[in-house]
C-alpha cells in the first residue's frame, strides 16, 4: 500500500477510538493527526553519519510540524500519535536492517525518570505499532540531566555510563532504535554499552534528526 493510504489508515483506525481530538501537529478540530499534517510525515530516509561514525537512517526533520507530533507524543500523553509516526520510523528501519544480516533492533531505553513522567516508553511503542520486535538488552543505570539543556560535549559526558546490557551480547549484531538525532550523544552511548557486552552495532535508525546537524 502506497505510504500515504498507509497513514490515512493508521490514522483512521484511531480517530474511531479516540475522538472527538485535536490534531497532534496543529490543534485543529480533526483526527489524531489532520490531513494536511500527514504530508509532513512521508518519510524521506536518509543515510547519515553520527559523530561517533556510525550509519545512521532519518525519515524526518525535526522541525515545525514533525517536531509538534513529537513533542505530543513524548510529553503529551498523545500515544495515539505514536501509531501513525510509526511509519515513518519503520521506513528508517527497514533502511538500517539491510546493513547486515540477522540484525536484532534494540531500542533506547527512556531514562527512568522519563518513564515515570510519561508510564510509557515512546520508542517502543512506535516500534510495536510497526510490527517491529525489539530486544531489550539495554537497561537505563541512571538518570542523566535531560539532555535537551545541553550543548554537544557536555551532552557526551552527561550521557557517558547511563546504560547498560542486561546479558553478555557475544555473537549478536544489533541496530539502534532511537526517536530524535540531535548530537548522536544517546546512541554512541547504546553503542557504548553494546559493545562493552561483546555485541556488535551496525548502525542506528531514528524517525528524525535536528537539522541544525547539517553542515
Ligand atoms: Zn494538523
Known sequence: MHVIARLKSALLDAWAVLMPVECGGCGADDRSICTTCISAIVPVTTPRSSASGLTVFTALTYEGIVRRLI???KEQNRTDVARALAIPLSAAVTRGLALGDGVE????????????????DPVS??????????????????????????????????????????????????????DVLTTGATIAEAARAIRAAGGEVVGAATLAFTPRLRE
Open 71 to 73: 513533542l505530543a507524543m
Open 105 to 120: 533492533l534494540v531500542a533506547v531505553p527512556s531514562s527512568r525518570a522519563a518513564y515515570r513522567r510519561r508510564g510509557y
Open 125 to 178: 511503542l512506535m516500534l510495536r505499532h510497526g510490527g517491529h520486535r525489539a530486544s531489550r538488552v539495554l537497561v537505563s543505570v541512571r538518570s542523566a540531566t535531560r539532555q535537551k539543556l545541553l550543548g554537544v560535549e557536555d551532552r557526551a559526558t552527561n550521557m557517558r555510563g547511563s546504560l547498560r546490557a542486561r546479558t553478555p551480547l557475544g555473537g549478536r549484531r544489533f541496530l539502534i532504535i532511537d
